[in-house]
Structures are given as C-alpha cells and as structure tokens.
C-alpha cells in the first residue's frame, strides 16, 4: 500500500517533491536526526543566529542570556539596554510569577443562572474529574485551583479552570483536564461549543523594572525626551503598536532560544496592552519626582516552561537553560520580560535621541554585503565601505566588494 506524504522519512519527502537536484541536494543537507519528530511533513531544518546578551543583571544575579533572532540590531539593542541599567544595578522584579494556565469550556444558546447553580452543585465533581485526569500534577501540589463561570453576551458563557502547571508551561495538561471536566457537563452536552486552553494568562503577570540615574542616559534632557515617547505609547495605539513590537523584539528571541512558545506569548501580551479598552504601550518610564532618576517599568503575562513539550525535544533548548544558569521558571520569566524592557529602553533612547536609523544601517550594512557575495572578512570591509560613503545600497555594496578584491588579487 502506498505511503501517505506525511508517513514517508524525511528523505523520502524529498524524494517525493520533484525538485531539482540542486535543490534537493541543499535540503538534504540541513536534515536532522533531532527535527523530524517536532513537526508534520519535516523535510529540513530552517536555522536562525543566536546571539548572546552578555550581562543580564536581574535581582542581583547576572545572566547570559541567549537571544534567537533574524532582525539585525536586536542583541546589540539588548546588550545596550541592559549595559545601561546594569550600571544602576540591574533590574528588580517584585513578586513570584505564578505558573498558573487558564482554561475554557464554552457554552452557547445556556440559560445562565441554571448553568451556575449547576457549576455550584458540581464543583466536587469538577476538582474530582481533574485530578483523575492527571493525579501526578496534584500529587505535586499542582492540578487545577479554581473554577469560575462567566456569562458572556448571547447566551454565551465560559466556565474559566485555573491549572497551576508547575515546570512545564502546561498546554497539554490544560487541554487534558478541560475534556475530563467536560464529561461533568453531561446535561448541557448540547451547549458546548468547545474546551480549549486560554493563552491570556491573567494569572500569570510578570512585572520588571529598572532605576537608574538620569546621566545613565545623557543628562536630564535625554531622560525628559525619553519619557515623553514613552508617553505616547499611552495614548497613541499607533505608536504603542511599534513600542510593544520593539519589546518583543529581545523578549520573544529569549522565549524562542529556550524552546517556548513566543507566539503564544505575544498574544498574550498585546491581549494586556488592550486590557483597560484602549491599545497602548507595555512599558512606562517616567522621572521620579526630584527630576534625578529615570524609572521604568514592564507588566506583561508570562507563560512558560523549563521542562516538558519542544523543550524536552530540542538539545539546542535545553543547553541555553543550562547557559542561563538553569534559572528557576520564575526567575526564568523576569529574565525573559527583563530582556524586552533592555531592548525597549534602547529603542526609546535612540529613537528620542540621534534617531534609530544609523544603527539599523549599519547592520543592514553587513546583511547587504553578505547579499552581494561577501564572505568573511570581506563583509566587515564592504559594510565599513558603505557607512563611510553614508550610500546603503546593492549597486555601492557590488562595488566596493568589487574593488576588494581587485586589491587583494
């Protein structure tokens, strides 16, 4: 019997692509023996550079921390950022994360009252069926906390589970909990519409802040200059959007390096920076009240893991945990949302300051070298060539490398 697609090895999919030689030949070669498991169809590795922030100083403790990305400028954004507070003392962060996932059932066409008292009547049952979906989760001290109903508009209504998840970020569990708790709802089997996790993770808010004097930053006015941007974050979704963008920037590639899921919480963080009505910024900074201290803050959800799902899977993932130091999830969370609030402070001071395009172009240099043919330190060379003629473009990148190598013949 013939194979389905998705049954054949990886080689045999490429086998079975009818692509060229070449082209077949270059995927082979990106093949793993550690991928093919992770995803549906695997046929080749997509690889991204990681890069490292150097001294990550949070709550006293320094980190190195390990940053995947494609976007040029970010680590050194990061490194920036984090130099800058690391000065001050580093970043504080104020209370234990909790490892707590939330959960839903969803109902429709419910008369709301009769599903509460249902949920009232039944909450034994509820807590019951949970812990026999997953007795080693509570055995632990974990397993689901709490159970509330919420009506929604249309005869629609939510019954929110709230699992404490431990280590691991804990979707599988999540999900495998609500279908247990299903079988409770028997009498309103025709109302549900779905059991599915909830990636929001109001229960699960990080907060990181930094304190640092104003002459960190440039002086007074540079301080001023940067709290006022912040400010339009506040009030302009437009400029909010490409501020929270900027702190997602370093954040997301610290999820990404350490096997998470950055999709999950970014939508988790953008769902919060429209949580009182109105799109805005994550982070604020402000002076302080004598003028001499600038002060910043960043609140965002945080759902993680250190064990468990792609992690348990990628050795890439498992040794950036080791080079953090193997950090508790908790102080793996603040190291996390610390990283986006370096990469914010270093965006808000470029952008209020000498403007944020020079640096972007000299990154944007090296990449356009490489674009051209350069390799080694060929890059180096073309990408300096092109900041002194101040021209980043194909045509001057083709012809300074040009003019390299006819030197070096």
Do not use: C
Request: charged content about 20%.
């Amino acid at each position: 019997m013939t194979k389905k697609f998705y049954q054949l090895s990886a080689r045999e999919r490429l086998e079975a692509m009818g692509l060229t030689p070449s082209l077949t030949a270059f995927y082979r070669e990106r093949q793993s023996d550690e991928m093919p498991n992770l995803i549906e169809n695997y046929f080749a590795d997509f690889t991204l550079p990681e890069g490292l922030l150097r001294h990550l100083v949070v709550d006293g403790r320094s980190y190195q921390v390990p940053m995947v990305t494609e976007e040029p400028s970010v680590v050194a954004a990061a490194n920036n950022g984090a130099r800058l507070v690391g000065q001050a003392g580093g970043f504080q962060s104020h209370q234990t994360s909790q490892s707590l996932l939330g959960g839903q059932i969803l109902f429709q066409d419910v008369a709301i009252d009769e599903l509460s008292a249902y949920v009232s009547e039944q909450r034994e049952a509820i807590f019951e069926a949970a812990k026999l979906a997953k007795p080693s989760m509570v055995e632990r001290g974990d397993g689901l906390k709490d159970v509330q109903i919420r009506p929604l508009a249309g005869r629609r209504a939510s019954l929110d589970l709230t699992v404490q998840t431990g280590e691991a970020m804990g979707a599988n569990a999540v999900n495998t909990i609500l279908e247990a708790v299903k079988a409770v709802f028997q009498p309103f089997n025709k109302n549900i519409v779905a059991a599915i996790l909830t990636n929001a993770g109001h229960d699960a808010l990080v907060t990181v802040t930094a304190q640092m004097p104003v002459s960190l930053v440039g002086g007074l006015a540079a301080a001023k200059a940067i709290e006022s941007l912040s400010a339009f974050g506040k009030v302009d979704p437009d400029r909010a959007v490409t501020e929270n963008k900027g702190i997602f920037n370093g954040l997301s590639a610290v999820v990404l390096a350490t096997g998470n899921d950055y999709r999950a919480v970014e939508a988790a963080g953008h769902a919060y920076a429209g949580s009182t009505g109105r799109y805005q910024s994550l982070s604020t900074w402000k002076l302080d009240d004598t003028g001499e201290f600038l002060l910043g803050s960043l609140t965002m959800p945080v759902n993680t893991g250190r064990l468990g799902g792609a992690i348990a899977a990628m050795p890439m993932a498992q040794r950036n945990l080791e080079l953090l130091g193997a950090p508790s999830l908790d102080a793996l969370k603040k190291v996390i949302v610390a990283t986006g609030l370096a990469n914010n402070l270093a965006a808000l001071k470029a952008v209020s300051g000498p403007g944020i395009q020079a640096g972007h172009m000299r990154m944007q240099a090296r990449t356009l070298a490489i674009q051209v043919g350069a390799v080694g330190d060929e890059v180096l060379k073309v990408a300096n060539g092109l900041a002194a003629e101040g021209a980043v473009d194909q045509n001057h990148a083709k012809k300074i490398l040009g003019e390299i190598r006819k030197n070096d013949a």
